[in-house]
């Protein structure tokens, strides 16, 4: 069965840094993408970066460009997600997810202070 791990959040100010990790164990061998996406309070979950693992393709929220960076690790279904600048709008908690999808981890949690 698949199982995600977030791991990373915290608690920063306006203008600080946080750097996400993600292993996925179990996932399918077909399994080609892994992603990001956070859900703050009372507000659906939304996509917020995604990286293709053979070519190293990434894509982003038009909110997050330019201020986080989604990376692949050495083993494989290790993804991270580097956040610079943040802002209290990117309070939420953080999960990621393969491409297939599988069940949704725990998450982790991001609190940006003002």
């Known amino acids: 069965q698949a199982k995600l791990v977030e791991s990373g959040g915290g608690l920063v100010q306006t203008g600080g840094s946080l750097r996400l990790s993600c292993t996925a164990s179990?996932?399918?061998?077909?399994?080609?993408?892994m992603g990001w996406f956070r859900q703050a309070p009372g507000k659906e979950r939304d996509f917020v970066a995604y990286?293709?693992?053979?070519?190293?393709?990434?894509d982003y929220a038009d909110s997050v460009k330019g201020r986080f960076t989604i990376s692949g690790g050495d083993a494989k279904n290790t993804v991270y997600l580097q956040m610079n600048s943040l802002k209290p709008e990117d309070t939420a908690v953080y999960y990621c997810?393969?491409?297939?999808?599988?069940?949704w981890g725990q998450g982790t949690q991001v609190t940006v202070s003002s």
């Open positions: 179990g996932v399918t061998s077909n399994t080609y993408a």
């Open positions: 990286f293709t693992l053979s070519r190293g393709s990434v």
């Open positions: 997810n393969a491409d297939p999808a599988v069940s």
